[in-house]
């Protein structure tokens, strides 16, 4: 299990031009380890900025990201090693695919990693299972296999690596509704398996409330709110005030207990 820790981090796009975006503004937040933390906000709140700081794909303007307690810049020759302990999956992975099979995709990360043949044909099956991927999908071609089964082959690439920090940028986005499940489920039970930190951008209260154990509310590039699922999803009237809203069941547990 990991840590990953902001320490009073800023990040500025186009910074001192005309067209300067301040994406993150003096950020501090802990990720707990072994847990999976759901990452909300609008569009243009830090989100996905925050997630690509995490694995050094972004480096802060200022401020520290830390890696069990360790600034993952003070050696910037060791972030290929910093990348396997952090596992990023950018939106709409599937694009990225490119073997002739499946099991070639999932199996370019560990064979990156230097492992044997057994062990990295051990991480393919692992990981296929894990997205639920039926084995004879794995001899097949990218362009065979539907929208969301691309996605969940994506998503195993980076799972076969065994990241200790696994983090999805709006990983069931433009799903239906059982591929978002079948997706979101895999990554829940990859966390609860693997004892990593999961950390999941997403637009969807009712798939945070699902499936995160904590919460980080997004505003105008810092943290808002942060705190367990339950403890976030008990502020309706704050969220409301920024223009979000709780889940359908935590709302109407809350106008329950106002009626007593």
Partial sequence: MATVTLENVSYIYGEGTPFEIRALDDVSLTVRSGRVTGIIGHTGSGKSTMVQLLNGLEKPGSGRVLLDGRDIWEDPKNMRAIRFRVGLVMQY???QLFEETIAADIAFGP????LDEEEIALRVREAAAFVGLEPELLQKSPFDLSGGQKRRAA??????MRPEVLVLDEPAAGLDPRGRDIILRGIREYGERTGSTVIIVSHSME??????????VMYRAKVFLAGTRDEVFSHAGELASVGLDVPQITHLSLLLKERG
């Fill in 155 to 160: 998503i195993a690439g980076v799972m076969a």
């Fill in 207 to 216: 798939d945070m409330a699902a499936y995160c154990d904590d919460i980080v």
């Fill in 93 to 95: 992975p599937e694009y």
């Fill in 111 to 114: 064979r990156n990693m230097g």
